[in-house]
């Protein structure tokens, strides 16, 4: 069975510092990787996708892929009371079908 | 702007009870999902479809069914809910890039 592993949290950082998040993954033939934001009461939303190692960065955020280790992470730079959610790490391969799995997410909480 | 769209926002039902739960997508994605969400055991995969009349199981398929006849529907059916039953369930649809999830059903069996 495809896993999907996240640091369990909770996480919890004072506003200004910076969040990192961490996730592994089981499956070598994993090729699409997300990161999702989910408030609570409410759906996830998309903050990142990453297909290819390296880094990469949109605003405050910053996902990095290392596929050798199995491992994508999210920092979160200038964490800003507004980040307090729950982040999902997703993970998807494509053998024919696209099955999308989620971790447990990790909830951070950042205090001002 | 992606629009998924789940039938109902709150639903209590009784125990035995046939239940659907219905999702509709505008994109014309190839691949949809419904996924459960229970406090400490995060999103988990149920079925999904990656075309019409096409599924497959996810991690915990057993009392759940599902159908997609048309590309931009896909149901959730329980077969007879049980209080074990009682959940949020989330729909979410894809085509070539990230999911996008409906709002999302809170179920209740009583």
């Known amino acids: 069975q495809k896993e999907v592993e996240q640091n369990s949290g909770p996480l919890s950082v004072p506003e200004g510092a910076i969040a990192s998040l961490n996730c592994t993954y089981s499956?070598?033939?994993?090729?699409?990787f997300f990161w999702y934001r989910q408030y609570s009461g409410k759906s996830p939303e998309l903050i990142m996708s990453i297909y290819s190692n390296g880094d990469k960065e949109d605003g405050r955020f910053t996902a990095q892929l290392n596929k050798a280790s199995q491992y994508v992470s999210l920092l979160i730079r200038d964490s800003q009371p507004s980040d307090s959610a729950t982040y999902l790490c997703a993970v998807t391969d494509k053998g024919g079908s696209e099955k999308l799995v989620f971790g447990k997410g990790t909830k951070l909480t950042v205090n001002p | 702007d992606v629009k998924v769209t789940q039938s109902s926002r709150y639903l209590v039902k009784r125990t035995g009870e046939k239940v659907f739960l219905e999702c509709v997508q505008d994109?014309?994605?190839?691949?949809m999902f419904w996924y459960r969400q229970d406090p400490g055991l995060g999103l988990r995969l149920i079925y999904f479809s990656y075309d019409v009349k096409m599924k497959e199981k996810g991690d915990i398929p057993e009392g759940y069914s599902v159908s997609r006849e048309k590309k931009e529907r896909f149901s959730l059916i329980l077969e007879s809910a049980s209080t074990n039953q009682t959940s949020m369930y989330l729909c979410?649809?894809?085509?070539?890039?990230?999911?996008?999830f409906g709002q999302g059903t809170r179920l209740t069996v009583v």
């Open positions: 499956d070598r033939g994993s090729q699409s």
């Open positions: 994109m014309d994605h190839e691949n």
């Open positions: 979410a649809s894809r085509g070539n890039t990230e999911a996008f």
